[in-house]
């Protein structure tokens, strides 16, 4: 258990509707990211929140939005979906966004199917 | 901006052989460097990390890497490989300091362990 928490772990889904998937990082992390793994793109960073803040935008679709929550966990709202969208989505965190001490720790992923 | 190049795709080794999984990066200062390894139906889990100093840099389960400036390489190895091993690994370049910390992931290289 890595200490990041995602659910749901698998969802299932129609084309145009909208789901939300929930992160809660690591106790003490301030910082939360967004990635999305699919087979034709890879990894791809979506977005970053730090202390409530969006810090960083990446490869996030217009159709895609999250947030940060004053306890620091994190949302992150796909609607209009489309096949296409059907991937894995991971949350990681980190303390913070400055600390050279780098490193990010990774949920084990929401894995979403669009049908 | 950064990129991460990941040459091999798959790669076919035996239990008790060594191991190398190669990386090359683009980054016009100096990187910050991660591998990762993700088993199936897992996240992503850092096995080590370079951001200066020696170059050789030592991970968890027995892995090591070395960073080369001259050939913007940062290839993985290991001396004996366990069948534990078999996973996907993926090579990552991050922001410095200062800045949105979004990792740059390759395309990742997806390792078997024959008996």
């Known amino acids: 258990d890595s200490g990041v928490t995602q659910t749901p772990k698998h969802l299932i889904t129609a084309t145009g509707q909208r789901v939300t998937l929930r992160c809660s990082p690591r106790?003490?992390?301030?910082?939360v990211y967004w990635y999305q793994q699919s087979l034709d793109q890879g990894l791809q960073f979506l977005i970053q929140y730090y202390n409530g803040e969006e810090r960083a935008k990446g490869n996030i679709l217009e159709r895609f939005s999250a947030q940060q929550f004053p306890d620091l966990h994190s949302e992150l709202n796909l609607s209009s979906l489309e096949l296409g969208d059907s991937a894995l989505y991971f949350c990681?965190?980190?303390?913070?966004?400055?600390?050279?001490?780098?490193?990010?720790?990774f949920g084990s992923g929401t894995r979403l199917t669009v049908v | 901006a950064q990129s991460v190049t990941q040459p091999d795709i798959h790669i076919t080794v035996s239990e008790g052989a060594s191991l190398e999984l190669r990386c090359n990066y683009s980054?016009?200062?100096?990187?910050?460097l991660f591998w990762y390894v993700q088993s199936p139906g897992q996240g992503l889990q850092l096995l080590l990390k370079?951001?200066?100093?020696?170059?050789l840099v030592q991970g968890i389960k027995g892995f090591e890497a070395e960073f080369k400036r001259s050939q913007s390489s940062f290839n993985l190895r290991k001396p004996s490989v366990h069948w534990s091993d078999a996973a996907e690994y993926f090579c990552a370049v991050g922001a410095t300091p200062g800045s949105a910390r979004q990792l740059t992931f390759g395309s990742g290289t997806q390792l078997t362990v024959l008996p």
């Open positions: 106790s003490g992390d301030l910082s």
């Open positions: 990681a965190s980190s303390a913070n966004d400055r600390d050279p001490n780098y490193g990010y720790t």
């Open positions: 370079y951001f200066s100093g020696d170059t």
């Open positions: 980054y016009g200062a100096t990187p910050y």
